[in-house]
Structures are given as C-alpha cells and as structure tokens.
C-alpha cells in the first residue's frame, strides 16, 4: 500500500502557472499513480490569493473524490484572510464553516499557503477549529524576508513552536523549503527559499521539533522534502529510523515535467537494508492511515 500525502489536482487545468507548466489534471495524476504503484492520493485544494493560475473550489475537489473514491482523499481549504477585520471575526466561525467540509468527507486541511504570521489570530482560528474537528493541517511556510508563499515565521521557528504547544492535539504535516531547510542547524536567510546542499552537520530545528512534539509531521513532497533527505545519505537514513512514526510519504507533482525521485530512493534505502522494513511501511501509507482513521489494511 502506498499513499500520496501531498497532490494538486484539477478536472480541467488550462491555464499555465509558469512557461511551459501546467498544473495535474485527474488522468495526469493517475497516470503518476499507476505508473508508481500508488493506490491513493490526498487532494489540497488551491484557494489562496498565493497560490498559482488556478484557484479551486471544495466542490471541484470533491467532485473529484467521489468519481474516484477508490483512489483519491479529500482535504478542504479555507482562506482566513476572507475577514478583513479580524475583530469581527464570530467565534466559533471556521469551526462552523470547516464542519460542513467535514460532512462532506474532508478528512484534513490544507495546503496552508496564505501568507500571514504563524501566530496571526485568524490562523490560531484555524488551527482550533481544526483540532476540534480532528483534522490535520498540512502547511507551507517562509521567512520574513522572502516573498514566497506560506505562513512565517523567523529561522528556529518561535512562532510554529508556539502553535505546536498551544494545539498539542493538532497533527501539523510540515511542507515546503522553508520548513525542510532547517534540518540542519546550519541554515541561512537564503536557504529557506532553496535547497541547501551538503552534509548535515548537526541537527537543526525541525529536528528539534519533532523529538519535542509528536504532533509534529514531516512532509517529504516536492524538492524541499527529497532534498532534506538525500543531502547526506546517512543523516537521511538515520533521520527516517528515529522518527519512522512522524515522515508521511507525498510527491506533490504540479506537473507531469516536475521529477519526484522519492518512491525510488526510499525503495532502495529500504533494499539495501539502509532503513528498515518497518519504517518503510510506516512512512508510505501505515502513518497516515492512521493519523485520518482510514481503516484501510494491506
């Protein structure tokens, strides 16, 4: 069994986000999926202002996921930014409008992209409304300094540390790379929007994190996620031994051009005997199932 974590997928994608670049349509993404052997994937929804050409509604995804309940996973969005005024914003609001996502068969939340501080009041809305429906959130995130998409939040991540004590009950899938960037303690300014190369010296804040907050996730999609993890081989090994229970296995294809190594990589790590059996299954569909109850077996 394997599971996708991380997927953007459209019914009818037209419009490029960048030259020559267009986002997954359902029969791309199946495509992907048959030609790996994934048997499922979560779908994020595309809703805010940051994100590429095309936005997304719920009841697209939706639509989606019950034409092909056998291989896809809903996850709603939801911009906080909606409310100009956060004073005005009702208490209870995102839980109200979240619930019915859920009723729906939403079973998380996410991708988080909207750029605000991590510590924003419309975004500790969120994130309880969402620890009181039990859903999971996957979130991207940044530095002040850049002007990528995703919450912020400086180098070390205060602000995420905060959430992550104030929501112990919330499960955070950590994504992108600003998030990935500090697996190493040597991190600079210009590595959260890149992907750092070389060995990893000595541990650096996600680490940190995850030891400290089993709530905390690792995302392994994209570049930023494959990078963390095969810049140094051995701490990459390692790394996926001690916190076997907290890596979910994602791609996160935005296009059929877009190279994703990591079902190979972690297939081999796994044949050679450089990480275990058991981790393997874990990260690739034992975690997750899990995490949103699916019930699914082997």
């Not at 936005?55 to 939801?78: G, M, W």
């Not at 940044?142 to 104030?166: C, H, M, N, W």
């Not at 299954?281 to 019930?295: P, Q, S």
Request: with cysteine; net charge negative; charged share 25%.
């Amino acid at each position: 069994m394997i599971i996708d974590v991380h997927s953007h997928v459209l019914i009818e994608p037209k419009i490029s986000y960048s030259p020559g670049l267009i986002m997954m349509s359902v029969e791309d993404q199946l495509g992907v999926m048959d030609q790996q052997g994934i048997d499922k994937a979560i779908i994020l929804p595309m809703v805010c202002g940051e994100d590429g050409a095309s936005k997304q509604s719920i009841a697209e995804v939706l639509t989606i996921c019950n034409k092909h309940s056998d291989r896809f996973i809903p996850f709603c969005n939801y911009d906080p930014r909606r409310f100009t005024k956060p004073q005005a914003l009702e208490p209870g609001y995102f839980e109200y409008i979240l619930s019915q996502f859920k009723d729906l068969g939403c079973k998380g939340f996410g991708e988080m992209t909207c750029r605000l501080w991590w510590d924003d009041c419309r975004v500790l809305d969120i994130f309880d409304a969402c620890e009181k429906l039990g859903f999971p959130v996957t979130f991207h995130t940044t530095v002040p300094e850049s002007v990528d998409y995703g919450l912020v939040d400086e180098i070390g991540f205060p602000r995420l540390e905060k959430a992550l004590q104030k929501f112990p009950k919330l499960n955070f899938f950590g994504h992108s790379q600003g998030f990935w960037a500090e697996i190493s303690s040597e991190v600079k300014t210009q590595d959260k929007w890149g992907y750092p190369k070389g060995p990893v010296k000595s541990e650096g804040s996600i680490v940190r994190l995850m030891r400290k907050y089993p709530n905390l996730h690792g995302d392994i999609s994209a570049n930023s996620g494959f990078n963390a993890l095969s810049r140094d081989p051995e701490f990459g090994y390692n790394f996926i031994e001690t916190f076997q229970d907290q890596i979910l296995f994602g791609l996160d294809y935005c296009s059929t051009k877009n190279d994703r190594p990591h079902l190979q990589w972690l297939t081999k790590a796994r044949d050679e005997n450089k990480i275990s059996n058991q981790a393997y299954e874990k990260i690739m569909w034992e975690n997750i199932n899990r995490i949103l109850d699916l019930g699914l077996e082997k």
